[in-house]
């Protein structure tokens, strides 16, 4: 009886570039990303070399079967992959190997980050988001933005969710509580060691109402140090253990990224999304930092108006600073 509300909506064309996307690519077309009454057409792109094995990813795509999979294109050609996508999770990048510098590695991902810029900005359906997974993630999403300057800077972001999720993930273990009753941790700036897990608005929700992580941890030291090391080291302690760097939670985070982005926050609740800056708390502009940002209509915005103490402004210029270091090595990169 209720069939004729069945109206399938269009297809969203999903592009994703490099390796994690063998753990991406399932939850995407599962829905995780876009909700489960989203169709989704999946474009995937890699390098010559991972042709074949991109390949057998196509055939296991098909394989699974997956009601809300309506197409698959893997290709090594940036053209094909990027056209008429509406959203891009740019993954590729070039690793680190052993014996190259910093800028070695900046260089590699400048020149890649360019040529997909321009690919995006010629070939993308208009509208089309943006999330940079790659490190160094915001300054190669600061490249695409730089690179693709028809491109809204408002669709141009990097991941922070994973951070966010690790510190929701670190509280939820102190205090023994589901980390669905935690919220409102904030991730400031660059997604690398110099990054801020904030707890200071975080809070729990109890059987007698929201408190706060602070008054429930009752311990500082811990939230002042360790709990704070441990995010910004998690990636580092992931990769020691795996011998590879995260992939399951990494993906994870991508699809809830994109899926607050494009379908909202829940009322009350924001992410941390590294996004350009408009000088929000004291950030210089022309940088892409983490925030806490709330989503509506597929637009982000960052929170404002949240006490900074002096603790956390020290913590949060710092990595300003980084990034401003990364901005210029980048540049250096480009001439
Ligand atoms: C992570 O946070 O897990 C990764 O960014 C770590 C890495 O260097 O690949």
Known sequence: IWSFL??????????VTGQIGYALVPMIARGAMLGPDQPVIIHMLDIEPAAEALKGVKMELIDAALPLLKGVVATTDVVEACKDVNVAVMVGGFPRKEGMERKDVMSKNVSIYKAQASALEQHAA??????????????????LKEFAPSFPEKNITCLTRLDHNRALGQVSER?????????NVTIWGNHSSTQYPDVNHATVK????????????????????????????????????????SALSAASSACDHIRNWVLGTPKGTWVSMGVYSDGSYGIPSGLIYSFPVTCEKGEWSIVQD??????????????????IEEKSLAYSCLN
């Open 6 to 15: 069945n109206i399938e909506k269009d297809p969203i064309t999903v592009l």
């Open 126 to 143: 208009p509208d089309c988001k943006v999330l940079v997974v790659a490190n160094p993630a915001n300054t190669n999403a600061l490249i």
């Open 175 to 183: 205090l023994n509580v589901h980390v669905g009753d935690v919220k």
């Open 206 to 245: 109890t059987t007698s109402g929201e408190k706060s992580v602070r008054e429930l941890v009752a311990n500082d030291q811990w939230l002042n140090t360790e709990f704070i090391t441990t995010v910004q080291q998690r990636g580092a302690a992931i990769i020691k253990a795996r011998k590879l760097s």
């Open 306 to 323: 949240l006490k900074i103490d002096e603790f956390s402004r020290a913590k949060m210029d710092a990595s300003a600073k980084e990034l």
